[in-house]
């Protein structure tokens, strides 16, 4: 199991920039498959992007283009890098962690979760 605490949310314009952080306790990245998910207000949680063991990334058509996953070993952290935000971007934002090869697209493929980091951009 894996403690994980986001931080970076905030409120922007349209158009701005944010970039969210997830801290592990512990080094995961080359033992666990990562991902982020958000959750719109009277949504069901939904996936943005995920990175694999290997450095592989995927991501929800809703953000290609605009948001960067990334992490950096030697802090034990995952971040997620999001430019040209919409007002359809507000959400809840949250990391997870999981320990599955294929697939990770369902958050159900997820055993550690962070808190969450709202993000919330006006128009």
């Known amino acids: 199991q894996v403690q994980l605490v986001e931080s970076g949310g905030g409120s922007v314009q349209a158009g701005g920039s944010l970039r969210l952080s997830c801290l592990a306790s512990r080094y995961i990245f080359s033992t666990y498959r990562m991902a982020w998910f958000r959750r719109a207000p009277g949504k069901e949680r939904e996936y943005v992007v995920r990175?694999?063991?290997?450095?592989?990334?995927t991501y929800a058509d809703s953000v290609k283009g605009r948001f960067t996953i990334s992490s950096d070993n030697a802090k034990n952290t995952l971040y997620l890098q999001m430019n040209n935000l919409k007002p359809g971007d507000t959400a809840m934002y949250y990391c997870a962690a999981g320990c599955g090869w294929i697939g990770g697209y369902d958050e159900d493929e997820y055993a550690d979760w962070g808190q969450g980091a709202q993000v919330t951009v006006s128009s």
């Open positions: 990175i694999d063991r290997r450095g592989g990334t």
